[in-house]
């Protein structure tokens, strides 16, 4: 965790702090189109690679002696998928796409390249327990990245295309980097294990279901958005969906880590005690970092977005909200997938989609882009339900249900405490210091959190100062 930290700290937050000033040079709708952008990305790169990263992490952990076939296997995975990829955006140019439109779509099929080698290289390196190459891997993406858009846009003023630019030259950068750190030209040479291919096939197309029903929960909201409000209303949301992503940095440190933990420890004798106290962990850390959140939202969006972005906070709350269940139920998914159970995970996420799917519309029609923000987490929390249940027929985890069923109530009910000022008066019209109320209030449930889980909270402060 400790070095998952020094990674995720360095090269979220640094790109987060850019917020303000994207939101200062790009557009609603520029931001718009790059948010699109990246959620079609969420959907192809696992989708058309057959899951190659994901079956490179299981596999690299397990099959230490064969990690230049796993590497050889899933660079022919990816590599298949960026001609895919390549062939359908040429057609789409030379028949359907509008004229203004057509670069976008060229550019997307370049980014794709970029971006699907440099996830693999990431999570083939952490299946190899290379944990310091990955670290650096990222740290160096997200270097490039600010220098890269700080040449692009503030030297060159050259918009969306210079912020696409600027993340293909760091991801293609960081995956060679990665892949000469790994020494992969030596293990290209390597004879591929046509056995280790067929079950690290199987084992994606397993994860099919699970991972297009996650996107789905992720990114079906922008496209209900784009095409019912328009690209304005869909950068806006991409915006509010940047404050969501300072919890996000916290629980992918965990789930990093946990990850390569839950394959390697789910046959022990103790894991239902194990898993269950991480479990308890996770969601002390998760929940009161969400309030804390919540508790300065607006001072922060009026730090962090420029311009006309600013009434985005109002959607913050029930897309932070949804970050807590969706990385539960990430946890409870890879205590399935350690064993190798990908088909509850597939079902947990199928019902949250069509949850986020039904919602959608009818949460647009009636409150707009924050209809969707409020889909999007009823959807995510069905996702953890379902998944909760599922995972018992593999371990009884030992947690307190009273204590955790309290606290989800409560951290929605601060969710709504939040948004209220947003539903009296316009969102962009409410400044940072009107509402004290609502402030009082959301101290008051994080004071109960912190009451609730004092004592995991505790412990791992104490188990940090020990090791510093």
Request: hydrophobic share 50%; aromatic share 14%.
């Amino acid at each position: 965790m400790s070095l998952f930290t020094i990674s995720n700290i360095a090269s979220k937050l640094l790109v987060f702090l850019l917020v303000p000033f994207y939101t200062n040079v790009l557009t609603e709708s520029d931001y718009g189109i790059a948010d699109v952008m990246q959620a079609t990305l969420l959907l192809t790169i696992p989708l058309l690679s057959v899951n190659a990263g994901e079956a490179a992490l299981r596999y690299g952990i397990e099959e230490k002696d064969k990690r230049g076939s796993i590497l050889i296997s899933g660079l022919k995975r990816v590599f298949i998928s960026i001609l895919l990829v390549f062939s359908g955006c040429l057609i789409l140019i030379s028949t359907v796409a509008p004229e203004e439109y057509r670069i976008y779509f060229a550019l997307f099929a370049v980014l794709f390249a970029c971006d699907s080698l440099y996830e693999f290289m990431l999570l083939y390196t952490q299946g190899c327990e290379k944990v310091e190459i990955m670290i650096t891997g990222s740290v160096f993406s997200t270097a490039m990245t600010i220098a890269m858009n700080l040449l692009l846009l503030l030297v060159f003023h050259m918009g969306l295309k210079g912020y696409l630019f600027s993340q293909m030259a760091a991801f293609v950068s960081a995956a060679l980097l990665m892949f000469l750190m790994m020494g992969g030209v030596r293990q290209l040479k390597e004879k591929e294990d046509q056995e280790l291919k067929r079950e690290m096939t199987e084992y994606g197309r397993g994860m099919m279901l699970y991972s297009t029903a996650s996107w789905a929960n992720n990114a079906i909201d922008r496209y209900f958005i784009l095409f019912m409000l328009g690209t304005m209303q869909n950068g806006l949301y991409g915006v509010a969906y940047k404050i969501p992503a300072i919890l996000m940095v916290f629980q992918r440190i965990f789930a990093q880590s946990f990850q390569m933990s839950a394959t390697k420890s789910y046959k022990e004798k103790d894991s239902g005690e194990f898993f269950g106290k991480l479990y308890g962990l996770y969601n002390g850390v998760m929940l009161t970092g969400c309030c804390f959140i919540l508790l300065i939202l607006r001072p922060l969006a009026f730090f962090m977005f420029r311009k006309g972005f600013y009434g985005a906070w109002f959607m913050v709350p029930p897309l932070l909200i949804s970050v807590i269940f969706g990385a539960l139920e990430g946890y409870l998914g890879s205590i399935c997938l350690a064993f190798k159970d990908g088909k509850s995970m597939g079902i947990a996420t199928g019902a949250g989609a069509l949850v986020n799917i039904m919602l959608n519309y009818a949460g647009i029609m009636l409150f707009g882009a924050a209809g969707a923000a409020c889909a999007t987490l009823v959807s995510y929390f069905t996702m953890f339900a379902i998944a909760y249940a599922l995972t018992g027929k593999h371990m009884k985890l030992e947690v307190d249900t009273k204590r955790d069923g309290l606290s989800y109530f409560l951290i929605m009910l601060a969710g709504f405490i939040t948004m209220v000022p947003g539903v009296i008066n316009k969102p962009e019209s409410v400044s940072p210091s009107e509402g004290w109320w609502s402030y009082a209030a959301v101290f008051a449930v994080l004071t109960v959190l912190i009451f609730l889980y004092r004592r995991v909270l505790t412990d791992l402060a104490s188990r940090f100062l020990r090791r510093a």
